[in-house]
């Protein structure tokens, strides 16, 4: 069974910045589509920012202008640089992949923003 390893989460300041990456275990076939989600308690999973297999990114509305996502196709690997970080970007963020089977999660990674 392939899993998502995640990395780079963490606690920072206001203003500050952090990279997440996201990497399969193994190889994953017919991927449609990989980005993250995120998560803060009492509230529902939602949509960060997403990446087709076409290049073609699709963001939440609350973080555009200050996240970027970007996929390694050699490595199937998928990041997301995350600056200006507020707050409100609190969550546990989980990456995701889609294919044209099966849809894949990771565990998740906590991002803490202070003010």
């Known amino acids: 069974q392939v899993q998502l390893v995640e990395s780079g989460g963490g606690l920072v300041q206001r203003g500050g910045s952090l990279r997440l990456s996201c990497a399969p275990s193994?190889?994953?076939?017919?991927?449609?589509?990989m980005g993250w989600y995120r998560q803060a308690p009492g509230t529902q999973r939602e949509l960060v920012a997403m990446?087709?297999?076409?290049?073609?990114?699709n963001y939440a509305d609350s973080v555009k202008g200050r996240f970027t996502i970007s996929r390694d196709y050699a490595k199937n690997t998928v990041y997301l640089q995350m600056n200006s970080l507020k707050p409100e970007d609190t969550a546990v963020y989980y990456c995701?992949?889609?294919?044209?089977?099966?849809?894949?999660w990771g565990q998740g990674t906590q991002v803490t923003v202070s003010s």
């Open positions: 995701n992949v889609d294919t044209s089977t099966i849809t894949y």
């Open positions: 193994g190889i994953i076939f017919s991927i449609k589509a």
């Open positions: 990446v087709t297999s076409g290049g073609s990114t």
